[in-house]
């Protein structure tokens, strides 16, 4: 009874199809059929002509697409709790040559076109500071909240208005638009988001995510950056696949709202001790260490989040059934101290 | 009839399976059953007590190779037509932050102690010359040749009395192993090799290849620069069990033979029209355009290399039925021009 | 009658005086007999073995001494206000190859054992968070506060204890071994400081500093970090004879003792407008806009420091006649507001 | 009696003098007065807009240049014997983020549109390779062979053709140009040259170089990176001075006359034994050790090049008194062996 993190889930069948599907000859790297297929096929989906690369892994993805949109003395303002800063072991740094991220506060690892600007202005225009040239935001975010078209749209105007690059980490792309009920292209493109990175590795996927360029002409160098680091993986068809058995007949926004869905049972449970509002697959709740060593008493595995809180994670693959004892279980902790 | 290169082969059914069957849940990143198990595994095989690291490219595992060995500010010698100068965008600058190939030359992409010892010699040692850490063979060669163990160990000897490192590029380690008829540490880290890029995807992998140190000490430094290079896949456990598969049984090993079997036939055929000796799995040959055409429209699938040359790469599926073909399609061209 | 920085004071004549002397043939880099000299001077300074290199800057000092004790994958403590963080333009994530600044707080930009604990403390030691591997500090810190040889012990202390690399920024070395009446070695290696930034550029010279190791086996790769930078000026006699010049007589400290006496001379008219004790030679007093305005309009010249508030610098070239007028009329300001 | 660096001369008194003139107070960094003056006075002499940045070594120079061509996954095409490939220490590489220095042949360390032509052509467009961004040549060359502004414009127009950014290293520019008898312009933004390393220091300078951007829109970006390499003196008046002291009354060429001058007595004592044609201020001579033995024993010091070369390098201040008895002494050791 796992609720550690969406990242350990197992594949998703129809990945494992897609890609047993693909096994055979094809020509190496990414100009086999099923790598030819992906631009046009998330075109389709973001009701925009897109550009767009399989990589490995989220930090990849994320990282390739900082190093497209700020230089090497540049700055990237991201929320203190973005998985670029805190969790990619220094990947965005070592992608970018070494541009500084700008860390600003925020309720539930948001960010506000507020907290940009107030930032940035306290940054003095000279040669001595490193200046800002992108936002980074995480969709849904590292708490669990998820944007809304609008707010991003508001990010996104900001950022035009001051000549600053925009990239959304969407690891968890797929729980923020079954959530938000918008459109992929409501809370991207639409709402100025020039990169996305678009994950499913925590969705049902295995090791493949997309680089998304909404800016299109960001694609070509980006192609070769992925090359030189390591990335361009010689059977590349097998990425390709996964990535196009994820959007075949919607299935990641399936498995997103399922993992959702499953989160609000635990939310529901969880009432007065939520941390954040769980918009999203991640639920954040107020346990004393008596608590969350009765809850592992009985079987359910999760992460301690910072003194005092529990993390749980919902995965694509749970039911109701198998979360139903976790919600009754933290029902029966009674009211939080 | 595909023999342009042994990178897009299909995936071994054995590695398949095992993926599958290491679908299901596991601890994320490296922590799993599958990962934990390639340190033993990889030992017993190489009689020694090695470090081992899956990654998804074997240019990630040169360059995190060259990273544990070489400085910034240092300098690698590598052949001119080593698979690090040639084949991997910049991956080596970049992962080593800036470090210089320095390039030697010698048939067949062989490096051998004379042509390290006179490249080295002509560096003065002073803060203007860039000076060299390591030494960077391929084996088999670019060129499909092996190193014997005891080349190796010369080189090796080399190194150890000038102070430089050694990292093998084993792409094709499985065809050098098979052909050479040596054991793995004996052309490993018996002849002085201290860190090894193990290739698997070129021989019936899918997607991990297996950055194995000798010199141990260097693995923990190179856990977060594989990290920092966002390598460290989510769900690892589908990379080890790739690893695994492969040398279950020497799987690797029967595989490696198949292939330089194949390309033995091709040689065999090529006669006089042989560039290099083929001692593995690919097969360099001397052919007129009209020739490479007449091929072509016979439906073999190859490279041109250089001008009036040709490279035949025979991959770990192919059977003596497959390959009869091309060899009677080369005999039949007659004597070189 | 300016006071916005010891910056951009002239040369002190004896410094001038020295590169006159050394003007002349030697030879190149840093083969000549001034540069020779220097390891000796700063050993009798220091009592210990230090090994010393010029460089024209404090920011190369700075990130000499950083990418010395830091790999590109680890992460420098040092204050939100630190200067390497907010001033030198990304020069230290260039120099580490994109280490990351870990960033704490503490009155007046001073560090204690207690916030880098603190901050350390909340790093997970696992490979998704960038680890620290050393700390840098101030002295005297960027608002004028001088560390004492014991609280400089208290740190070195802690990093001894965690494996953590020290570093001294020492732009105003002088400034702060004269207010807090030490020895050099006190204050430094007996403390724990492996590595010393020695500032002479805002205490009187041209353009040479000290890079100061006192962890002498840092010294030899640093040599080949200097020249990679381009850093290595051809005629470094003429650098060598400015640090040479400034240790002489113990120039170094008669001018920071200068400047820190001019500085008291305006702390003590600041009374209850100081933001901080004025310990070195820089002063930090709360205004108003419209006091700022009444002073510069008496032609004193000073940076805004963010709202509400005036930096003060003093050079080592103003005597107490050049700084009456402004003790004056900042007293005739009156009672703050 | 020294031939052995140009990089060691001492200083030219109208250059000391103009910094005792800069001595006084200023802003800080480039603020100034004098460094505001660079921009007008350069471009007076290159009868263009020109923007100019003061840096304290020419590998400085050379470096911000290249990084301001070439991306990080990029290369430059130099020539095998450069400078930037041999003794600037791994400096192109930190600075451009690793591009890869790409090698031609060519006599006299001279690129030709052939050579680089070749070069280009041999590698392929594809994401495996590095691509060419930039050619950089040395002007003089490192043999002290000259370009002329033909030739120049010859590169320069292939590097139009195919997309290459060129810069110039002149680090003996001065002599280049006295060679050449033509301007400034014509042998570089006329024919094609972007960016130019304008070298003073082997020319009466202390520690000021010019790199002047042709292409402006270069200059913004470079002033960051300058910054970022910790190469912005906090008083740059100083270095500022050094360069308008050059220009004033053709001071840089006359001293690269001199120089010039001084060479070419050598190099008529030389006859037969001239390695290449000496067109600046280096001449290469064939000399057996015992013949070079001859020469330091009579007291001249000057550097072996290689197995039977020695290479002697006339400064600006040395005239025809101090060059005769070497002249003298050539003569004295008769036909080469």
Redesign the interface.
């Known amino acids: 009874m796992?609720f550690f993190?969406d990242?350990?889930?197992?594949?998703h069948p129809a990945v494992?199809a897609a890609m047993?599907e693909a096994?055979?000859?094809?020509?190496?790297?990414d100009g086999d059929r099923w790598s030819k297929r992906l631009d046009g096929r998330l075109s389709d989906l973001f009701e925009a002509s897109v550009r767009v690369l399989w990589?490995?892994?989220?930090?990849?993805?994320?990282?390739?697409a900082l190093a497209a949109l700020c230089?090497?003395?540049g700055?990237v303002i991201c929320h203190h709790d973005a998985h670029i800063q805190?969790?990619?072991?220094?990947?965005p740094?070592?992608?970018?040559?070494?541009?500084?991220?700008m860390l600003a506060g925020g309720e539930g690892a948001k960010l506000t076109p507020e907290t940009i600007a107030a930032l940035a202005d306290g940054i003095a225009n000279d040669?001595?500071?490193?200046?800002p040239h992108a936002v980074s935001i995480t969709n849904a975010t590292e708490y669990g909240l998820v944007y809304r078209p609008d707010e991003v749209a508001a990010i996104g105007a900001l950022c035009r208005a001051r000549g600053l690059r925009f990239h959304m980490d969407g690891a968890r792309f797929a729980n923020a638009v079954a959530s938000a009920g918008c459109t992929p292209a409501e809370v991207t493109w639409r709402a100025g988001v020039e990169v996305l990175s678009f994950g499913f590795?925590?969705n049902g996927g295995?090791?493949a995510e997309a680089l998304v360029f909404f800016d299109t002409d960001l694609a070509d160098?980006t192609?070769?950056?992925?090359?030189?680091?390591?990335?361009?993986?010689?059977?590349g068809r097998?990425?390709a696949a996964q990535i196009l058995a994820m959007v075949e007949d919607d299935l990641w926004l399936d498995n997103g709202r399922a993992a959702n869905a499953g989160a609000a049972l635990i939310a529901d449970a969880g009432g007065a001790r939520l941390v954040h509002p769980a918009q999203a697959n991640e639920v954040f709740l107020r346990v004393t260490p008596a608590e969350a060593a009765a809850l592992r008493a009985q079987g359910f595995d999760f992460y301690d989040w910072g003194p005092g809180e529990a993390r749980l994670v919902v995965s694509w693959d749970q039911r109701e059934a198998d979360i139903r004892p976790l919600a009754d279980a933290i029902r029966a902790l009674g009211a939080p101290a």
């Open positions: 796992r993190s990242n350990a889930a197992p594949v494992f047993a096994d055979g000859l094809d020509t190496a790297y990589v490995p892994t989220g930090t990849a993805a994320n990282c390739l230089p090497p003395h700055g805190n969790d990619e072991g220094g990947a740094e070592f992608y970018t040559h070494g541009a500084k991220l040669v001595h500071r490193v200046q590795v925590k295995m090791g160098a192609l070769r950056r992925r090359k030189r680091a390591g990335l361009l993986l010689s059977k097998y990425l």
